[in-house]
């Protein structure tokens, strides 16, 4: 069964440009998730789908980040205009539907992550 | 928000030598996870911890879910040179919602 991927692995833009990143959850995941690391710091959520419902996007830092999941399928992050501080490595999530099987069933597996860094 | 207290930031030990890392949190947590980072890759779930006072080995690895439920700690014993990586604590308060990191823990072991 493949993981989560994410594209691309690194990305490196100038401020003020635009930079689209995706994830392609486990097949079958309803639940996916997005969270950032910034150099140092934890990882901090950024939002959760539910197929291709927001659940929860208190975690969005501002209005520059738009999150998509057209079709409840793959997502796209994308970041319009681009800062200094947006720089870090973007992690994408994916975990099934809760069911009755057990709660170890609907943990979170992690993609890879996105680096950008912004110059 | 909330936040966890993952200690110590970093460890340098020799290979073989046992390793402890611990997460506080001043709330409540229902399922604490830990989960390892390589270099290069996303977090991968070392264990699952569910319940108040549980303790669950996996392999060399063992964790604690505290009995206040605020805290968690991780043990690893005998270290050996694959156990090199940054270590993150998480918790969740309800079942499909967002996970709160600790810091990390980055772990070198020289051989």
């Known amino acids: 069964e493949a993981g989560v991927t994410q594209f691309p692995s690194h990305s490196v833009i100038e401020k003020g440009q635009t930079v689209t990143l995706r994830c392609d959850p486990i097949?079958?995941?309803?639940?996916l998730y997005w969270y950032r690391r910034v150099m140092g710091k934890e990882i901090k959520f950024l939002l959760h789908?539910?197929?291709?419902?927001?659940?929860?996007e208190s975690g969005m830092p501002n209005n520059r980040f738009l999150a998509e999941r057209t079709g409840g399928t793959y997502s796209t992050l994308k970041v319009q205009p681009a800062e200094l501080e947006d720089s870090g490595v973007y992690f994408c999530?994916?975990?099934?539907?809760?069911?009755?099987?057990?709660?170890?069933?609907?943990?979170?597996?992690f993609g890879p992550g996105t680096r950008l860094t912004v110059t | 928000g909330q936040q966890l207290n993952q200690s110590p930031q970093s460890m340098f030990i020799q290979e073989g030598e046992d390793v402890s890392m611990n997460c506080t949190s001043s709330?409540?947590?229902?399922?604490w996870l830990w989960y390892k980072q390589d270099p290069g890759e996303g977090p991968v779930l070392l264990i699952a911890?569910?319940?108040?006072?549980e303790l669950t080995s996996n392999g060399r690895l063992t964790a604690q879910f505290g009995i206040t439920r605020k805290d968690s700690f991780l043990n690893i014993s005998a270290s050996i040179p694959s156990d090199v990586g940054i270590y993150f604590c998480?918790?969740?308060?309800?079942?499909?919602?967002?996970?709160?990191f600790g810091k990390g823990t980055t772990l070198s072991v020289s051989s």
């Open positions: 789908f539910v197929k291709e419902s927001k659940q929860d």
């Open positions: 998480a918790g969740r308060d309800q079942a499909g919602t967002a996970l709160i």
């Open positions: 911890l569910y319940k108040a006072g």
């Open positions: 999530a994916s975990s099934q539907a809760i069911g009755l099987a057990g709660p170890h069933t609907y943990e979170q597996y």
């Open positions: 097949s079958g995941h309803d639940n």
């Open positions: 709330s409540i947590f229902n399922t």
